[in-house]
């Protein structure tokens, strides 16, 4: 059930609906929209009983939800969601595209300022790494765990990028939730659903990935349960796919954007790197992922790939990136889209003092 409140609507009236709708033994979700503010009812087994809440002073009218999914869609909330930091001009889901870029996994502290510095002066505004990995292999590198957040935090120090990182189990929820800007849920966890839960009591934004085999259905109810606990700020992220094809580690299904846009008011990224695992094909899927409209990437760069703990295979060295992020510059604007200048950053002015970075930026400026 959603209650649809009339335009002019006071503070106090949403705030009694909601109230009313508490006593009733329910949760309600308030979404305000640029038109009106709707009340999404969560928390009912079977029909909510109008009764009251109709009669309610500023009530438009109630209405039933048909679909699974209640408040990751249009139907409560018809504007796209912009989800924004502060000091930063990033954004997800807004005009500006949002660039995430880093390793797959924090390996030590000078492959990590190696990395970040060069994506950084390419125009990532989000740093990406796993400090937790959750590997096929419990004998392949698992992550440097809180040691790696720390990293992180000092490359947001450094640079003012903010910062993505993965949480695998409820444990490193904890930390994750200290230490990042953007706590990523992994494909490979998109239906643990108390990890899902719990993301949802967190008090920052997530990045959730698609599940390898995950319909849209799916992969829209997983953002539910984050959203269903109070946090509404999910970021989608399609990472491709298992099908039969094998000239590529995963099928990326860029179907999934307009679909998701067209269902969903949440924004969604794409990530070129895990949806094809050839570091070849990364290049031309984010063109792609822009051009369908796509709010973002998400890319690992690796500045020695060979060596990297994991996925050297498909990640980009950090002039290949360069390159990615000019083409994405020209691509973006056809969309309607633009990515916000590297100027910007705030930490930008004061690393372009330092002459070794300045060469390399003011060409982006
Ligand atoms: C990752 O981003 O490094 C990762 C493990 O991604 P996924 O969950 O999509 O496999
Ligand atoms: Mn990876």
Not at 116 to 132: D, I, K, N, P, T
Not at 158 to 177: P, Y
Not at 224 to 230: A, D, I, L, R, T
Not at 267 to 276: K, R, Y
Request: with cysteine; glycine share 8%.
């Amino acid at each position: 059930m959603l209650v649809v409140m009339k335009a002019q609507a006071t503070e106090e009236q949403i705030s009694a609906v909601c109230k009313k709708i508490e006593e009733l033994g329910y949760r309600a979700h308030s979404m305000p929209g640029a038109q009106r503010t709707a009340i999404g009812i969560t928390g009912n087994r079977g029909e909510v009983e109008p009764g009251t809440l109709d009669e309610m002073p500023g009530v438009q009218e109630l209405i039933r939800v048909s679909k699974p999914y209640k408040l990751v869609s249009r139907d409560v909330k018809a504007e796209n969601t912009v989800i924004s930091f502060a000091g930063t001009d990033a954004t997800f889901g807004g005009p500006g595209l949002a660039v995430i870029a880093g390793p797959c996994a924090i390996e030590s502290r000078d492959q990590t300022m190696a990395v970040a510095e060069q994506v950084f002066r390419a125009g990532a505004q989000f740093f990406r790494g796993g400090a937790y990995k959750p590997r096929t292999s419990p004998y392949s590198f698992q992550g440097l765990g809180e040691q790696g957040l720390q990293i992180m935090a000092e490359v947001r120090d450094k640079f003012g990028m903010k910062i993505v990182t993965e949480a695998i189990d409820n444990e490193s929820m904890d930390l994750v939730e200290k230490y990042a800007d953007v706590i990523q849920i992994g494909a490979r966890n998109m239906q643990n659903f108390s990890l899902l839960k719990r993301a949802g009591r967190a008090r920052k934004p997530v990045l959730l990935k698609r599940g390898m085999s995950a319909t849209l259905e799916e992969f829209l109810m997983a953002a539910e349960y984050v959203m269903s606990e109070g946090n509404y700020k999910v970021i989608l992220c399609e990472r491709g796919v298992r099908t039969f094809a094998d000239h590529t580690r995963n099928t990326l299904d860029l179907s999934i954007v307009p679909a998701v846009q067209r269902l969903s008011h949440l924004p969604i990224v794409v990530d070129p790197s895990h949806g094809t695992g050839k570091r070849n094909k990364v290049t031309p899927l984010s063109r792609a992922a822009i051009a369908v409209g796509a709010d973002g990437l998400i890319v690992e760069v690796h500045h020695e790939p060979d060596r990297a703990m994991s996925d050297g295979n498909q990640s980009l060295y950090p002039e290949q990136f360069d390159e990615l992020m000019k083409q994405v510059r020209q691509i973006a604007p056809v969309v309607g889209r633009m990515v916000p200048a590297i100027g910007n950053h705030p930490r930008a002015e004061a690393l372009s003092a330092q002459s070794s970075v300045r060469s390399a930026i003011s060409p982006l400026a």
